[in-house]
């Protein structure tokens, strides 16, 4: 009887040890799902994030999101919404990181944590061809932008909410410029290159409206993810992997 309970004794530990295994990633960091790295972002963001022709996710975050997710022994999934619910996504345990072109600022950091910077963007103005538009007359035109942006948060601070326009997306944001309901977009330069190459007749003021350093946003409990992401970083940027990935993407050659 004793030896029968010695056997059933064993093999609960043994059951218990693999499921104490199972509720945590490789590397020990408690995600959501256990083996999962949920990022939520928009993908409308070019060359951040975008959908692949395929249907899949592709753009500089997404790479960088699943070298992470590789890193720390975990599967990246990749949540698409509106920029603003992404962010709300990882404030509201939905998501465990967003990356979508996200820059730090005082109030997004009272809500949530961000990692070390992996990027930096520069805002700029996209015009058409021929406008009259600069940035000394930017007060007197309609400027549209992204919902949520940094873009949208500096020209209403700047110039009113009555002179900014706010679009779900970039594209949407693009396309109003085009029909003439905005006299100018501003956009992180790197999505305005590709919106310019993808529609004639548009281009990029020669000056920069403002720079900005972008960060993975994640909730503010999850402490241990936030030193796991940055050790992650530094690693993914000393073996040359970060800028590789954004080099693929944002050419300087």
Do not use: W
């Given at each position: 009887?004793?030896?029968?309970?010695?056997?059933v004794l064993?093999a609960?530990m043994?059951?218990?040890?693999?499921?104490g295994?199972?509720?945590?990633?490789?590397?020990?960091?408690?995600t959501l799902?256990?083996?999962k790295?949920?990022m939520?972002?928009?993908?409308?963001?070019?060359?951040?994030?975008m959908?692949?022709?395929?249907?899949?996710?592709?753009g500089?975050?997404?790479?960088?999101?699943?070298?992470?997710?590789k890193?720390?022994?975990?599967e990246l999934v990749?949540?698409?919404?509106?920029?603003d619910?992404?962010?709300?996504?990882?404030?509201?345990g939905?998501?465990?990181?967003v990356?979508?072109?996200?820059?730090?600022?005082?109030?997004?950091?009272?809500?949530m944590?961000?990692?070390?910077?992996?990027s930096?963007?520069?805002q700029?103005v996209?015009?058409?061809?021929?406008?009259?538009v600069?940035?000394?007359?930017?007060?007197?035109?309609?400027?549209?932008?992204?919902?949520?942006?940094?873009g949208?948060?500096?020209?209403?601070?700047?110039?009113?909410?009555?002179?900014?326009?706010?679009?779900?997306?970039?594209?949407?944001?693009?396309?109003?410029?085009?029909?003439g309901?905005?006299?100018?977009?501003?956009?992180?330069?790197?999505?305005?290159q590709?919106?310019?190459?993808?529609n004639?007749?548009?281009?990029?003021?020669?000056?920069e409206y403002?720079?900005?350093?972008y960060?993975?946003?994640?909730?503010?409990?999850?402490?241990a993810?936030l030193?796991?992401?940055?050790?992650?970083?530094?690693?993914?940027?000393?073996?040359?992997?970060?800028p590789?990935?954004?080099?693929?993407?944002?050419p300087?050659?």
């Amino acid at each position: 009887m004793k030896k029968l309970f010695a056997v059933v004794l064993a093999a609960l530990m043994v059951v218990a040890l693999f499921a104490g295994c199972g509720s945590k990633s490789g590397s020990g960091v408690k995600t959501l799902e256990s083996g999962k790295l949920i990022m939520s972002t928009n993908a409308a963001f070019p060359p951040y994030e975008m959908v692949a022709d395929d249907g899949s996710f592709e753009g500089i975050d997404v790479e960088i999101a699943g070298a992470i997710a590789k890193k720390l022994g975990l599967e990246l999934v990749v949540d698409d919404m509106d920029f603003d619910a992404a962010l709300l996504a990882v404030q509201q345990g939905k998501s465990d990181i967003v990356m979508a072109g996200v820059t730090v600022n005082e109030d997004r950091k009272l809500v949530m944590n961000f990692s070390d910077t992996y990027s930096k963007g520069v805002q700029v103005v996209i015009v058409k061809e021929g406008s009259d538009v600069t940035l000394d007359n930017l007060g007197d035109q309609m400027i549209g932008t992204q919902r949520g942006t940094t873009g949208y948060i500096y020209t209403s601070g700047d110039y009113g909410e009555d002179h900014v326009t706010a679009y779900d997306n970039g594209a949407s944001a693009v396309q109003a410029l085009m029909n003439g309901q905005v006299d100018c977009v501003v956009i992180d330069s790197a999505p305005a290159q590709a919106f310019v190459e993808a529609n004639p007749g548009l281009t990029i003021l020669d000056t920069e409206y403002t720079s900005e350093d972008y960060a993975i946003g994640m909730n503010k409990d999850n402490t241990a993810l936030l030193e796991a992401v940055n050790g992650a970083l530094k690693e993914l940027t000393e073996d040359g992997t970060i800028p590789a990935i954004v080099e693929k993407y944002i050419p300087t050659k």
